[in-house]
């Protein structure tokens, strides 16, 4: 009787956008602000370039980027953010990326 009561839960769609580390990686390299990107820029970047955002958007990206600077992906000067020099060679290959994309 309890297995014919049993509800299937239906299964979540896969996002239609990119993770958010490479969203908020391609945002600041695409604005290549010398004192870094402010979340506001960041946001508008990325509502901008991805149209099927979650609701929840602005919450997950506040919680993305408090995850990337606490893993030292990110750094936070003030109330923007920026890739730390480790990652420039890695910014160098985003950014002819992303303007070859703008190219195309």
Do not use: D, W
């Not at 839960?9 to 010398?34: D, G, Q």
């Amino acid at each position: 009787m309890a297995a014919e009561t049993a509800v299937v839960k239906a299964k979540r769609a896969p996002p239609v956008h990119p993770p958010f580390s490479e969203m908020i990686t391609e945002a600041i390299v695409a604005l290549n602000e010398r004192i870094g990107s402010s979340q506001y820029a960041i946001t508008k970047f990325m509502e901008e370039k991805h149209k099927q955002l979650p609701q929840s958007f602005r919450k997950l990206l506040l919680l993305n980027l408090k995850k990337l600077v606490a893993s030292g992906k990110l750094l936070k000067v003030k109330a923007s953010f920026k890739l730390p020099p480790r990652y420039l060679s890695h910014r160098n290959l985003l950014r002819s990326s992303v303007q070859n994309r703008i190219l195309i």
